[in-house]
């Protein structure tokens, strides 16, 4: 059964950075789609970068570009989502998501994700 487990949110003030971490259990991550997606409270749920089979495309929300990184650790089974230059209108629950692969190409609609990881809560200390 495929599983992902999304770790790594916290307290967070502006300007910091935070990893998120994706974790696969019972199949290979490197041969699907990853997608991260937050949901801030009364919004819906956007998807914010996403990484290709192999790696070799990736793509992010215009509201994350120079600030988010997706990136893989196939030997861990992983995928990171690095942020940083925190702003406080990344407080939201974040997730991740897998989907089959689809040639050289990743997509951020969550129409096209059929396993999802429980959120992990990035929240902005006052």
């Known amino acids: 059964q495929l599983q992902v487990v999304t770790s790594g949110g916290g307290l967070v003030q502006p300007g910091e950075s935070l990893r998120l971490s994706c974790s696969a259990f019972?199949?290979?991550?490197?041969?699907?789609?990853v997608g991260w997606f937050r949901q801030a409270p009364g919004k819906e749920r956007e998807g914010v970068a996403c990484?290709?089979?192999?790696?070799?495309?990736?793509n992010y929300a215009d509201s994350v570009k120079g600030r988010f990184a997706i990136f893989r650790n196939n030997v861990m089974n992983m995928v990171y989502l690095q942020i940083s230059s925190l702003k406080p209108e990344d407080a939201a629950e974040y997730f991740c998501?897998?989907?089959?692969?689809?040639?050289?190409?990743?997509?951020?609609?969550?129409?096209?994700?059929?396993?999802w990881g429980q959120g992990t809560q990035v929240t902005f200390s006052s």
């Open positions: 019972g199949f290979n991550v490197e041969e699907y789609r």
């Open positions: 990484i290709s089979k192999g790696s070799s495309y990736t």
């Open positions: 998501a897998v989907a089959p692969p689809q040639g050289t190409y990743c997509s951020r609609r969550t129409e096209e994700y059929d396993v």
